[in-house]
T-cell receptor
Framework: AQSVTQPDIHITVSEGASLELRCNYS??????LFWYVQSPGQGLQLLLK??????LVQGIKGFEAEFKRSQSSFNLRKPSVHWSDAAEYFC?????????FGAGTTVTVRA | SQTIHQWPATLVQPVGSPLSLECTVE??????LYWYRQAAGRGLQLLFY??????ISSEVPQNLSASRPQDRQFILSSKKLLLSDSGFYLC???????????FGDGTRLSIL
C-alpha cells in the first residue's frame, strides 16, 4: 500500500539547536512529497514540496528537506530552532488526487 | 491571492442532531476540494474530495456526506450525528491532482 511513515511521535529540542524530522515513503513510483506544519487548533500550512529535480528543497521559515531515493526518505531539517517552531509536523505523499499523511511528529522547544 | 474560509470555528452539537459545515475558496476557479477529519493525536483522514460541481467521491463509508453546489463551495453534512463524529474537520483545496493542498483553519466539532 502507498503510505508515508513518520517514525518519531515526539521530539524535544533546545532553542537554537538543529532539528531533523524523519519521513519514509512507500510508493511504487516516486511520489510528490510535502511537509506541513500545524499549530494547535489551526489548519495545516505548507512548508515545502518536492516534485522532481534537485533533491534538496528549500521551504519557508528556514526549513529544508532532502529527498533520498535510496533510503525512501524525505527528512525535514532546520539548522537552528526557534521557540515558535513548536508545533506538529506532517509529512505527506501523493501520486494522484490523494494526499496520504504520516501520523505526525510533535516538536517541543525548550528554552 | 487565494484564500479559503471555513466555518464555524467551533461547534457543539447533541447526538442525533444534523450538521452542516461550510467551506469556500476565493481567488481560483475549478479547484479540487477536500474534507478531512483529524482525530485527537492522529493524522488526517480524507473523507471526501471533489474535482467539480456536483462531483463527490467518498473515501470512507460513514455517517457523513458532502456536496458541492457551486464551484468554490464545499459542504459537509450529516442527518444524525454520532458520538464518533467528534473531531477536527479541515477543508482544503488544490489547483489539481498532485499539487499542494491548502488548508482552512478547521472546525472543532464536539458531540455531547
Amino acid at each position: 500500500a502507498q503510505s508515508v511513515t513518520q517514525p518519531d511521535i515526539h521530539i524535544t529540542v533546545s532553542e537554537g539547536a538543529s532539528l531533523e524530522l524523519r519521513c519514509n515513503y512507500s510508493y511504487g513510483a516516486t511520489p510528490y512529497l510535502f511537509w506541513y506544519v500545524q499549530s494547535p487548533g489551526q489548519g495545516l500550512q505548507l512548508l515545502l514540496k518536492y516534485f522532481s529535480g534537485d533533491t534538496l528543497v528549500q521551504g519557508i521559515k528556514g526549513f529544508e528537506a532532502e529527498f533520498k531515493r535510496s533510503q525512501s526518505s524525505f527528512n525535514l531539517r532546520k539548522p537552528s530552532v526557534h521557540w515558535s517552531d513548536a508545533a506538529e509536523y506532517f509529512c505527506a505523499g501523493s501520486n494522484d488526487y490523494k494526499l496520504s499523511f504520516g501520523a505526525g511528529t510533535t516538536v517541543t522547544v525548550r528554552a | 491571492s487565494q484564500t479559503i474560509h471555513q466555518w464555524p470555528a467551533t461547534l457543539v452539537q447533541p447526538v442525533g442532531s444534523p450538521l452542516s459545515l461550510e467551506c469556500t475558496v476565493e481567488g481560483t476557479s475549478n479547484p479540487n476540494l477536500y474534507w478531512y477529519r483529524q482525530a485527537a493525536g492522529r493524522g488526517l483522514q480524507l473523507l471526501f474530495y471533489s474535482v467539480g460541481i456536483g462531483q463527490i467521491s467518498s473515501e470512507v463509508p460513514q455517517n457523513l456526506s458532502a456536496s458541492r453546489p457551486q464551484d468554490r463551495q464545499f459542504i459537509l453534512s450529516s442527518k444524525k450525528l454520532l458520538l464518533s463524529d467528534s473531531g477536527f474537520y479541515l477543508c482544503a483545496w488544490s489547483v489539481g491532482d498532485n499539487q499542494p493542498q491548502h488548508f482552512g483553519d478547521g472546525t472543532r466539532l464536539s458531540i455531547l
